[in-house]
C-alpha cells in the first residue's frame, strides 16, 4: 500500500517539479511569467495530439516542449521586445493557452491515450519496494530530477549563473558591464516554456494518458506559487513539489476510502494548502526577501 501511494506521489509531483524549476530560472533573470498553466496545458494537448498521431511517445514529448517554448517565444517577445506589462502578458498567455488547447484537442476527448513506458532494469527493477520506485519510474521522472541538478550547479557554480542572477537582481549594472540583458531574459524565457510544456506533455502521455480539456487544473499555478515557496532556490522547489504532490494524492485516497468529508473539500485541499504556505512565507519577511531578484517584474528599455 505504502509503495503504491508513494509511486502515486512521484508522478504528482513530477509535473509541477518542472514546472517549477523552469519558472524558477524565468524569475531569476528577472522576468515574471504568470503564463504557466497556459503553457502546460498547450503543451498537454499538443504532445497527446503528436504521440496520437504518430504513434511515438518520444516525438509526443518533443512535441509538448516544443508547445511550450512556441507560447513562451511569445510572451518573451511582446514583455522583452514591445514592453508590455509582464502580469497583463502572462494572465493573456493564460487564457490563450487554455482556449487554443480547447480547440485543437476537441478531436481528441475519447481519444485512447499513449502511455509512456517505465525503465525497467534487470534485476534492480524486481527487488522490493526499492526496485520499482527507483529503477522503475519513466523516462521524464528522472529528467526531472537531472533538470533540478543541472539549474542548482549552473545557478551557483557557472559564469552562465551568475550573469543569470546578475540580470535578475541588476539589469542597469549588468547591461553596463556589456551583458545582454534582453539575450538572457529570452533564453530563460524560452527554458522555462520547454520546462512548462515537458510537464504538460507528462500529464497527457503519463500521469493521465488521455486529453481532458483544461486537464492540469490549475497545476501552473502552484507551481508559481513553488518558486516563492521555495525563496528562488532549487533544491526547496523539489521539496515543495513532492509536499503538494503528497497532499494532492491524499486526497484522492481520502475520497477512495470513503472518509467523511465532502468530495469538493477534499479536492481544493492542495490549493488551500498553496494559500496556507504562501501567507506563512508572506510572514516571514526575511525569508521572502533574501533571494527575491530585485529586478523581477520590472522591464528594461536599453538606451537607443
Request: hydrophobic share 55%; glycine share 12%.
Given at each position: 500500500?505504502?509503495?503504491?501511494?508513494?509511486?502515486?506521489?512521484?508522478?504528482?509531483?513530477?509535473?509541477?517539479?518542472?514546472?517549477?524549476?523552469?519558472?524558477?530560472?524565468?524569475?531569476?533573470?528577472?522576468v515574471?511569467?504568470?503564463?504557466?498553466?497556459?503553457m502546460?496545458?498547450?503543451?498537454?494537448?499538443?504532445?497527446?495530439?503528436?504521440?496520437?498521431?504518430?504513434?511515438?511517445?518520444?516525438?509526443?514529448?518533443?512535441?509538448?516542449?516544443?508547445?511550450?517554448?512556441?507560447?513562451?517565444?511569445?510572451?518573451?517577445?511582446?514583455?522583452?521586445?514591445?514592453?508590455?506589462?509582464?502580469?497583463?502578458?502572462?494572465?493573456?498567455l493564460t487564457?490563450?493557452?487554455?482556449?487554443?488547447s480547447?480547440?485543437?484537442?476537441?478531436a481528441?476527448?475519447?481519444?485512447?491515450g499513449?502511455?509512456?513506458?517505465?525503465?525497467?532494469?534487470?534485476?534492480?527493477?524486481?527487488?522490493?519496494?526499492?526496485?520499482?520506485v527507483?529503477?522503475?519510474?519513466?523516462?521524464?521522472?528522472?529528467?526531472?530530477?537531472a533538470?533540478?541538478?543541472?539549474?542548482?550547479?549552473?545557478?551557483?557554480?557557472?559564469r552562465?549563473?551568475?550573469?543569470?542572477?546578475?540580470?535578475g537582481?541588476?539589469?542597469a549594472?549588468?547591461h553596463?558591464?556589456?551583458?545582454?540583458?534582453?539575450?538572457?531574459?529570452?533564453?530563460?524565457?524560452?527554458?522555462?516554456?520547454a520546462?512548462?510544456g515537458?510537464?504538460?506533455?507528462?500529464?497527457?502521455?503519463a500521469?493521465?494518458?488521455?486529453?481532458?480539456?483544461?486537464?492540469?487544473?490549475?497545476?501552473?499555478?502552484?507551481?508559481?506559487a513553488?518558486?516563492?515557496?521555495?525563496?528562488?532556490?532549487?533544491?526547496?522547489?523539489?521539496i515543495?513539489?513532492?509536499?503538494?504532490?503528497?497532499?494532492t494524492?491524499?486526497?484522492?485516497?481520502?475520497?477512495?476510502?470513503?472518509?467523511?468529508?465532502?468530495?469538493?473539500?477534499?479536492?481544493?485541499?492542495?490549493?488551500?494548502a498553496?494559500?496556507?504556505?504562501?501567507v506563512?512565507?508572506?510572514s516571514?519577511?526575511?525569508?521572502?526577501?533574501?533571494?527575491?531578484?530585485?529586478?523581477?517584474?520590472?522591464?528594461?528599455?536599453?538606451?537607443?
Amino acid at each position: 500500500m505504502f509503495e503504491a501511494i508513494l509511486l502515486t506521489v512521484i508522478t504528482a509531483a513530477t509535473p509541477l517539479l518542472l514546472a517549477a524549476i523552469g519558472e524558477l530560472v524565468v524569475e531569476r533573470s528577472g522576468v515574471l511569467n504568470l503564463g504557466v498553466e497556459g503553457m502546460m496545458i498547450m503543451g498537454a494537448v499538443t504532445g497527446f495530439a503528436v504521440a496520437n498521431l504518430t504513434g511515438s511517445g518520444t516525438l509526443g514529448i518533443l512535441g509538448a516542449i516544443g508547445a511550450g517554448m512556441a507560447l513562451s517565444a511569445l510572451f518573451g517577445f511582446l514583455v522583452l521586445v514591445l514592453v508590455t506589462n509582464q502580469v497583463a502578458t502572462g494572465l493573456a498567455l493564460t487564457l490563450l493557452g487554455l482556449g487554443l488547447s480547447g480547440l485543437i484537442g476537441e478531436a481528441f476527448i475519447g481519444v485512447p491515450g499513449l502511455k509512456l513506458e517505465k525503465l525497467d532494469v534487470p534485476f534492480l527493477t524486481d527487488l522490493p519496494f526499492i526496485g520499482p520506485v527507483i529503477f522503475g519510474q519513466d523516462p521524464i521522472v528522472y529528467m526531472s530530477v537531472a533538470i533540478v541538478i543541472a539549474v542548482s550547479y549552473t545557478l551557483a557554480r557557472t559564469r552562465a549563473g551568475l550573469v543569470l542572477r546578475a540580470v535578475g537582481d541588476n539589469h542597469a549594472s549588468a547591461h553596463a558591464l556589456g551583458l545582454s540583458v534582453l539575450k538572457v531574459r529570452f533564453l530563460a524565457v524560452l527554458f522555462g516554456g520547454a520546462c512548462a510544456g515537458l510537464a504538460g506533455g507528462y500529464m497527457s502521455l503519463a500521469y493521465t494518458p488521455q486529453w481532458v480539456e483544461n486537464m492540469t487544473a490549475g497545476r501552473g499555478w502552484i507551481a508559481l506559487a513553488l518558486v516563492v515557496f521555495a525563496s528562488w532556490l532549487p533544491w526547496r522547489v523539489v521539496i515543495g513539489a513532492y509536499l503538494f504532490g503528497t497532499v494532492t494524492v491524499l486526497t484522492f485516497h481520502a475520497q477512495a476510502v470513503g472518509a467523511g468529508v465532502p468530495s469538493q473539500l477534499l479536492s481544493s485541499l492542495p490549493y488551500i494548502a498553496t494559500i496556507l504556505v504562501l501567507v506563512l512565507i508572506s510572514s516571514n519577511r526575511r525569508l521572502t526577501l533574501v533571494n527575491t531578484p530585485a529586478c523581477l517584474g520590472k522591464p528594461f528599455v536599453p538606451d537607443r
